[in-house]
């Protein structure tokens, strides 16, 4: 996936927090993407970075470094409706192409 | 408002055959995108259309595949003979203003 790496699978506890963290070729960045997939259905948006930082929306947080090509997904007071795949993409070269990564499964147990 | 719709979820056709992929973006929206999963694969972007024009297809596989939008609207994803590497999940997403983009459930291509 052009070098965009993250956690195949991880587990959490209900009420938790977990952090996904992704690594990505920084050459030809247009800004990191957060979408969740529930298993059978579309991924969803969760966040978009261009600039070094923490965005925070809600439950979820999304961090970038542009110089290490690294960001994180933040999830707190973690639910089991947020066990999902979570992919972290990067923009391509055109406006829209985005390059995925494979996805890290997040299993919320009890 | 409806979201992108995807039409079949589900197509199982024989090596060699065609098959046609159908997507309606949300409506009003410029940015038409297909992408493909293949089983154990990260999702690939094959290409993307602005209203009717063909903006980016670097991500096509081969001229087994044409993708058309006539007027801007739908848009259809034709692979003409599919091969058995063909298999796998087709997504459409589209979008307005970058760059959230919504996608469709997709439609999961088999072709055996």
């Known amino acids: 996936g052009q070098n965009i790496d993250q956690p195949t699978e991880m587990t959490a506890t209900e009420g938790a927090i977990v952090q996904i963290n992704c690594t990505y070729q920084?050459?030809?960045?247009?800004?990191l993407f957060w979408y969740q997939q529930h298993a059978g259905e579309a991924p969803t948006f969760l966040s978009y970075n261009v600039l070094d930082g923490l965005e925070e929306k809600g439950r979820f947080s999304s961090f970038l470094s542009r110089s290490k090509g690294y960001s994180y997904l933040l999830l707190k007071e973690l639910q089991m409706k947020d066990s999902a795949s979570y992919l972290c993409a990067r923009g391509g070269g055109s406006q829209g192409n985005l390059i995925f990564g494979k996805g890290t499964k997040l299993s919320v147990k009890p | 408002e409806a979201g992108v719709t995807q039409f079949p979820s589900h197509s199982v056709i024989e090596k060699g055959q065609t098959v046609t992929l159908r997507c309606d973006p949300i409506s009003g929206h410029d940015n038409l995108y297909w992408y493909r999963r293949v089983m154990g694969k990260e999702i690939k972007f094959l290409l993307h259309f602005v209203k009717e024009s063909k903006q980016d297809e670097s991500g096509m596989p081969n001229n087994r595949f044409l993708a058309e939008r006539t007027g801007g609207t739908y848009s259809t994803l034709k692979v003409q003979p599919a091969e058995l590497e063909d298999s796998g999940v087709y997504f459409c997403?589209?979008?307005?203003?970058?760059?959230?983009?919504?996608f469709g459930q997709g439609t999961r291509l088999t072709v055996v």
């Open positions: 920084t050459s030809g960045f247009n800004g």
């Open positions: 997403a589209s979008s307005q203003d970058h760059p959230e983009a919504f």
